[in-house]
């Protein structure tokens, strides 16, 4: 079991767009439709944002999607906004009842 | 309104046992709906996920500390623990509880605060 591979840091204007890559293999991302991603903001719990590569749960701006090549899934967030600014993480499904995250990602709006 | 939260010792000498509880409020554990989970974080550092249950009472951990780990549940009080036995300075973290949607592990949509252990003498 690896951990998934972000990017450490990512930056974006405010109402610019970018993208996130998490990579795994295709044991994890590859091999299921079951990626998630988290917005966590520091000293706080991680919040759910994209569940099954791309849906999105109820109260997620639309702003944040989610999509899935091959053994790379990614976050973007369109729009950027200052309260964006936060670590986001990718988890995915590895098969035999195992989930991985991500490293995390820093994403800081400039 | 689904409510998660953590409570235990914050501190653990090493080699003794991680004991953990999160209190489930505003829905059912028991529901056949839902499973539960356990993820930590060191200061500074990413997710880690440590082990889920299923609603049926099934658990499943990550490999790296199955040897360690027991998650169990209490559906009198909808509770469910998380012990980790033989602890170092390297499980210290922030532990959280969360639900675990989904047969394979889908997603995890309701977190706790999280609860702060330091393994330290």
């Known amino acids: 079991q690896s951990a998934l591979t972000q990017p450490p840091s990512a930056s974006g204007s405010p109402g610019q767009s970018v993208t996130i890559s998490c990579t795994g293999t295709s044991s994890d991302v590859g091999g299921y439709n079951y990626v998630s991603w988290y917005q966590q903001h520091p000293g706080k719990a991680p919040k759910l944002l994209i569940y099954d590569v791309s849906k999105r749960p109820s109260g997620v701006p639309d702003r944040f999607s989610g999509s899935k090549s091959g053994d790379t899934a990614s976050l973007t967030v369109s729009g950027l906004q200052a309260e964006d600014e936060a670590d986001y993480y990718c988890s995915s499904y590895a098969g035999s009842n195992d989930v991985v995250f991500g490293g995390g990602t820093k994403l800081t709006v400039l | 309104q689904l409510q998660l939260q953590e409570s235990g010792p914050g501190l653990v000498k090493p080699s003794e046992t991680l004991s953990l509880t999160c209190t489930v409020s505003g829905g059912s554990i028991s529901s056949s709906s839902y499973n539960w989970g356990w993820i930590r974080q060191p200061p500074g550092k990413g997710l880690e996920w440590i082990g889920s249950m299923y609603y049926s009472g099934s658990t499943y951990y990550n490999p790296s500390l199955k040897s360690r780990v027991t998650i169990s549940v209490d559906t009198s009080k909808n509770q469910f623990s998380l012990k980790l036995s033989s602890v170092t300075a390297a499980d210290t973290a922030v532990y959280y509880c969360?639900?675990?949607?989904?047969?394979?592990?889908?997603?995890?949509?309701?977190w706790g605060q999280g609860t702060l252990v330091t393994v330290s003498s």
């Open positions: 969360a639900r675990h949607v989904g047969y394979n592990w889908n997603y995890l949509d309701y």
